[in-house]
């Protein structure tokens, strides 16, 4: 049986004891129904995992001893910001899963023209961090032990005129380059922004373009906004990354 991972939002270096939040303590407790002696993987975002056993489980609360601590990097060599207009329903949700996977280490949600998605500031911030309790369980299901950033909301202008040193891409059916051709990578990673449901507006491309994004091509077929952004995902970690 796979042992459990199980993120812990406070630093455990230098901890032998620990008790876990409510949300973790539940679905150790409730959900899967874990005793007394039985082993769990506790990471804390520092790029370490805390082999630990459970010592108490009640109703509300589960404590753990700490084994041991060591280093498991599983980061890909490629820093990755993903820029993504908000898509409706649970695409979004399913892009950043994904994301995560795929080894992304930012996600900045963006507002475009044609984004479909209408969220006053109050509903915005709880999708915010709805998003980084998705990124967080992708991580414990994946094995990364830092946490990739879901950042607050921001316009699409505002977002491509970001100065950060990364290669700047944006998907374009009559593009130059493919990913696999492109001619550089910088050591700072790439930025890569994806579009919403209904594309970008000719003004706002014209805007990536005034910002210095290299229009790169996927192929020949039209994507899904969420085919799109996990295509090119892995693509790049296929070319400069760490997958196979």
């Not at 876990?20 to 520092?46: I, W, Y």
Request: charged share 25%; glycine share 8%.
């Amino acid at each position: 049986m796979r042992v459990p991972r199980i993120y812990h939002p406070v630093s455990l270096l230098g901890q032998t004891q620990c008790e876990l939040t409510e949300e973790a303590a539940n679905h150790v407790g409730r959900v899967l129904r874990m005793k007394v002696g039985e082993r769990l993987e506790l990471f804390d975002g520092s790029n370490h995992i805390y082999p630990s056993v459970i010592t108490q489980v009640s109703k509300k609360a589960v404590g753990v001893e700490i084994l041991d601590r060591q280093f498991d990097d599983r980061e890909s060599p490629l820093h990755i910001h993903l820029g993504q207009v908000m898509s409706r329903g649970e695409k979004m949700e399913f892009t950043i899963q994904k994301s995560v996977e795929l080894g992304v280490k930012v996600i900045t949600p963006l507002w475009s023209e044609r984004c479909g998605v209408k969220l006053d500031a109050e509903r915005m911030a709880k999708k915010i961090q709805q998003w980084q309790k998705i990124a967080i369980s992708a991580c414990e299901q994946c094995g990364r032990n830092v946490i990739p950033e879901i950042r607050p909301m921001m316009k699409l202008e505002e977002w491509c005129a970001e100065q950060d040193g990364m290669l700047k891409l944006n998907l374009h059916p009559r593009a130059k380059y493919s990913i696999r051709t492109l001619p550089t990578m910088p050591p700072e990673g790439v930025r890569l922004l994806i579009g919403s449901e209904g594309g970008l507006s000719p003004q706002e491309i014209a805007q990536t373009e005034q910002q210095g994004f290299t229009e790169v091509l996927l192929g020949k077929r039209v994507l899904r906004t969420e085919t799109a952004a996990l295509s090119a995902i892995t693509a790049l970690q296929v070319c400069f990354g760490d997958l196979a």
